[in-house]
């Protein structure tokens, strides 16, 4: 398999260190808009560097994106970059005829007139249109395949094949224990997606009902997370696995919800509150005369890249998805989950937990493109593909995952 990466940050060079020790790869090329950090991802690869190379490319150039494509002969483009390029880049895969895969969806736009009790363009709706696109040209877009999204979906679809007849919530639970030493406030992600994420009103889905949404941070609760994670307040936050479990899993509802803690939650609101969460680019003096810059991208500029913060981070991190049901007509309440440990990512493969966990999914689930254990056609979630394989390599990539009964 020849694999176009496009994105060499924190979670795309996490993602060449783990491809690199699997041999379903023939090449990975991989690209970004600054060709240096291509290059560095390359040349960390030491021996395997041969089945690497790097190339410049612009993310938001579809036409420079699949002419890469096809001059590579790639069978298959893995977006890590973040979620305004994520049009561009699905489009470029479908004009090439390549497989795509992403760990992030199409944005939301917020309901114009009831932002916090209606849809407006939900995550994904973009790319759900051209389903029939990519299935007349036979080929797989795999999207919201990381981590969370991506492994909590694959959980769901485990979930309601071998655990459950009938379940009435999928709730996906995320929580930490992660420090940064030195920083008061660094955030383990892309700041940029965070603030995205957190600051648009969440969607909940209900069966009877369908996808609506709420306030941000709304509905907290205490959830205690395992290995000696602990206790974590979550609150509701907009994620794609509301929006795709449902179109492949019969659940009542569908949650997410994300630990952030009061402190996390006072700065985003600070942000908003001043407009540094805006995508939108304002004007600002210059040493040359005026700049146009968004203010969302200052913010992000400002803190530190969370790639780089491993050797100072400590603790792990939890993905998990908690389901609640009947089984053989008995109530059954499980949690099912994946726990990284920053000290072990480090030494095994120089990436903090956070980005590796999210870059091991995507290339799981290339190795089962490659070897034809998923195969399928269209625009679909990780939750329309069997889970048995999934799980069984993530196991083999050194990554267990876990299964706690609640009750």
Same mark, same amino acid.
């Given at each position: 398999?020849?694999?176009?990466?496009?994105?060499?940050?924190?979670?795309?060079?996490?993602?060449?260190?783990?491809?690199?020790?699997?041999?379903?790869?023939?090449?990975?090329?991989?690209?970004?808009?600054?060709?240096?950090?291509?290059?560095?991802?390359?040349?960390?690869?030491?021996?395997?560097?041969?089945?690497?190379?790097?190339?410049?490319?612009?993310?938001?150039?579809?036409?420079?994106?699949?002419?890469?494509?096809?001059?590579?002969?790639?069978?298959?483009?893995?977006? $890590?970059?973040?979620?305004?390029?994520?049009?561009?880049?699905?489009?470029?895969?479908?004009?090439?005829?390549?497989?795509?895969?992403?760990?992030?969806?199409?944005?939301?736009?917020?309901?114009?007139?009831?932002?916090?009790?209606?849809?407006?363009?939900?995550?994904?709706?973009?790319?759900? $249109?051209?389903?029939?696109?990519?299935?007349?040209?036979?080929?797989?877009?795999?999207?919201?395949?990381?981590?969370?999204?991506?492994?909590?979906?694959?959980?769901?679809?485990?979930?309601?094949?071998?655990?459950?007849?009938?379940?009435?919530?999928?709730?996906?639970?995320?929580?930490? /224990?992660?420090?940064?030493?030195?920083?008061?406030?660094?955030?383990?992600?892309?700041?940029?997606?965070?603030?995205?994420?957190?600051?648009?009103?969440?969607?909940?889905?209900?069966?009877?009902?369908?996808?609506?949404?709420?306030?941000?941070?709304?509905?907290?609760?205490?959830?205690?997370?395992?290995?000696?994670?602990?206790?974590?307040?979550?609150?509701?936050?907009?994620?794609?696995?509301?929006?795709?479990?449902?179109?492949?899993? +019969?659940?009542?509802?569908?949650?997410?919800?994300?630990?952030?803690?009061? +402190?996390?939650?006072?700065?985003?609101?600070?942000?908003?509150?001043?407009?540094?969460?805006?995508?939108?680019?304002?004007?600002?003096?210059?040493?040359?005369?005026?700049?146009?810059?968004?203010?969302?991208?200052?913010?992000?500029?400002?803190?530190?890249?969370?790639?780089?913060?491993?050797?100072?981070?400590?603790?792990?991190?939890?993905?998990?998805?908690?389901?609640?049901?009947?089984?053989?007509?008995?109530?059954?309440?499980?949690?099912?989950?994946?726990?990284?440990?920053?000290?072990?990512?480090?030494?095994?493969?120089?990436?903090?937990?956070?980005?590796?966990?999210?870059?091991? /999914?995507?290339?799981?689930?290339?190795?089962?493109?490659? /070897?034809?254990?998923?195969?399928?056609?269209?625009?679909?979630?990780?939750?329309?593909?069997?889970?048995?394989?999934?799980?069984?390599?993530?196991?083999?990539?050194? $990554?267990?995952?876990?299964?706690?009964?609640?009750?």
């Amino acid at each position: 398999m020849r694999v176009l990466l496009v994105g060499a940050g924190g979670v795309g060079t996490a993602a060449t260190r783990i491809a690199a020790r699997r041999d379903f790869l023939t090449h990975m090329v991989v690209a970004d808009y600054d060709l240096a950090r291509a290059e560095a991802a390359v040349t960390a690869l030491g021996d395997q560097e041969r089945r690497f190379s790097a190339r410049r490319v612009d993310a938001s150039d579809e036409a420079a994106v699949r002419r890469l494509l096809v001059e590579e002969g790639c069978d298959v483009l893995l977006n $890590a970059t973040d979620p305004r390029f994520v049009m561009p880049l699905f489009n470029a895969a479908l004009g090439a005829g390549a497989h795509y895969v992403d760990m992030a969806m199409s944005l939301s736009v917020p309901h114009p007139t009831a932002p916090y009790e209606q849809c407006g363009v939900k995550l994904g709706d973009e790319q759900f $249109a051209l389903a029939k696109a990519w299935e007349s040209a036979g080929r797989l877009a795999l999207v919201g395949m990381g981590v969370e999204p991506g492994l909590s979906d694959v959980f769901a679809r485990y979930a309601a094949d071998e655990l459950f007849d009938e379940i009435d919530e999928l709730g996906v639970r995320d929580g930490a /224990n992660l420090t940064v030493e030195g920083y008061d406030f660094a955030p383990s992600f892309s700041i940029w997606t965070t603030i995205e994420e957190c600051l648009n009103p969440p969607v909940v889905y209900e069966k009877g009902r369908g996808w609506f949404t709420t306030a941000p941070f709304s509905e907290p609760e205490v959830f205690d997370f395992p290995e000696g994670i602990g206790p974590v307040e979550c609150v509701n936050v907009e994620h794609e696995e509301v929006l795709l479990m449902p179109r492949w899993v +019969d659940a009542r509802r569908v949650t997410f919800k994300y630990g952030l803690g009061d +402190d996390f939650i006072a700065k985003l609101k600070t942000l908003h509150e001043l407009g540094l969460d805006n995508t939108a680019k304002v004007t600002v003096p210059g040493a040359d005369g005026p700049v146009r810059v968004s203010p969302r991208d200052v913010v992000a500029a400002c803190l530190p890249d969370p790639a780089t913060l491993g050797d100072r981070m400590r603790g792990k991190t939890c993905a998990g998805t908690w389901v609640k049901g009947t089984k053989d007509g008995v109530a059954r309440e499980v949690y099912l989950y994946h726990v990284v440990d920053n000290e072990w990512t480090m030494r095994e493969y120089g990436s903090q937990a956070v980005v590796w966990q999210t870059a091991i /999914n995507p290339v799981i689930a290339l190795e089962l493109i490659a /070897n034809g254990r998923w195969k399928a056609s269209g625009v679909l979630g990780p939750e329309a593909l069997p889970p048995q394989p999934f799980l069984d390599l993530l196991g083999a990539y050194g $990554a267990p995952w876990g299964l706690r009964e609640e009750r």
